[in-house]
């Protein structure tokens, strides 16, 4: 049983595309969150949905919209793709928010040419 | 001063060896203290959380020191499946999780 799925697993894309990538948790957790890993191993957190309300935010390009249809699911589209946004998306989830215990998906490794 | 900083290492090892690792803090409101573990191109994956107290899960020890904002990490009798990145993990009330840039561990038979 997979607690935490993405898709897809990898996205070559060019420059200029729009993308999206999906996510959805069956540990019946209430927060969702993206985050970006960049080539130097930094995680960095972007987005935090609560019971599909955003509640975080990081100093992300308007490009980047995050949805969240129900609590389960949290999809990220990318608008006209940068060869900067080239890196590994994570979604995780944890029950409660900020502080708690946060699981992974398994990654989408999106390369933009 | 970076929010949560780890030397990058990496720390290769004989097994069987004995390895600590440090982490400093920079936000003395944080509350929340996690090792994550991230295999080579995989997901970060929870070790364990650190209480104030110390905690202990098997072979790994974790310790909080407050006043220093500091934790550490310490693993006996390594095995070749510990080889992996450790990030240190801190968070606070009102802060999203902070993640370091992670320890990297190899170890060698």
């Known amino acids: 049983d997979t607690a935490v799925s993405q898709t897809p697993k990898y996205l070559v894309t060019q420059m200029g595309n729009d993308k999206s990538i999906k996510c959805e948790q069956n540990l019946g957790h209430d927060t969702m969150y993206w985050y970006k890993q960049d080539s130097k191993k930094f995680l960095k957190i972007m987005f935090s949905?609560?019971?599909?309300?955003?509640?975080i935010n990081e100093t992300v390009p308007n490009r980047f919209s995050p949805k969240s249809p129900d609590k389960a699911h949290l999809n990220l589209h990318i608008n006209s793709l940068e060869l900067g946004d080239s890196a590994v998306y994570f979604c995780?989830?944890?029950?409660?928010?900020?502080?708690?215990?946060?699981?992974f998906g398994p990654g989408t490794r999106l390369t933009v040419t | 001063r970076k929010e949560v900083e780890q030397d990058p290492g990496p720390f290769n090892v004989p097994e069987g060896a004995t390895v600590a690792f440090n982490c400093t803090y920079s936000?003395?409101?944080?509350?929340?203290f996690f090792w994550y573990r991230q295999d080579c191109r995989k997901e970060p994956k929870l070790l364990m959380s650190?209480?104030?107290s110390g905690n202990e899960d098997g072979r790994f020890t974790a310790q909080l020191n407050r006043a220093s904002q500091y934790i550490s990490l310490l693993i006996r009798d390594s095995k070749l499946s510990d080889s992996a990145t450790y990030l240190c993990v801190v968070g606070g009330g009102n802060t999203p999780l902070v993640f370091g840039k992670g320890t990297r561990l190899s170890v060698i038979a």
């Open positions: 995780a989830s944890s029950q409660g928010v900020r502080s708690y215990e946060q699981y």
């Open positions: 650190v209480y104030s």
């Open positions: 936000n003395s409101a944080s509350q929340s």
């Open positions: 949905y609560n019971n599909k309300e955003l509640i």
